[in-house]
């Protein structure tokens, strides 16, 4: 069974950095792009990250272009979200996705001093 498990969040100042991590598990992780989404309180579930299967190529949203960074270690059937300069519009709760495979429960990150 398809199963993402995210982990990493937590309470951090502003101007701090967190690095997220997601293992995958029950299908050809290597194969897949695999992306981060984050929603905010009262607000839909928006995409942050996208990264090719290769690792070759990645997407971003505005938002965090220059500041977030995703990799991913097909070993080890995980990706990642390092995230630095972090603000308090970053508090969210944070999911990996990959096509197909359900939403998993989600690491909640509060920025806040």
């Known amino acids: 069974q398809a199963r993402l498990v995210e982990s990493g969040g937590g309470l951090v100042q502003p101007g701090g950095s967190l690095r997220l991590s997601c293992a995958a598990s029950?299908?050809?992780?290597?194969?897949?792009?695999m992306s981060w989404y984050r929603q905010a309180p009262g607000k839909e579930r928006e995409s942050v990250a996208t990264?090719?299967?290769?690792?070759?190529?990645?997407q971003y949203a505005d938002s965090v272009k220059g500041r977030f960074t995703i990799s991913r270690d097909n070993a080890k059937n995980t990706v990642y979200l390092q995230m630095n300069t972090l603000k308090p519009e970053d508090t969210a709760v944070y999911y990996c996705?990959?096509?197909?495979?359900?939403w998993g429960q989600g690491t909640q990150v509060t920025v806040s001093s």
């Open positions: 996705k990959s096509a197909f495979v359900p």
């Open positions: 029950g299908f050809t992780f290597s194969n897949r792009a």
């Open positions: 990264l090719s299967s290769s690792g070759s190529t990645t």
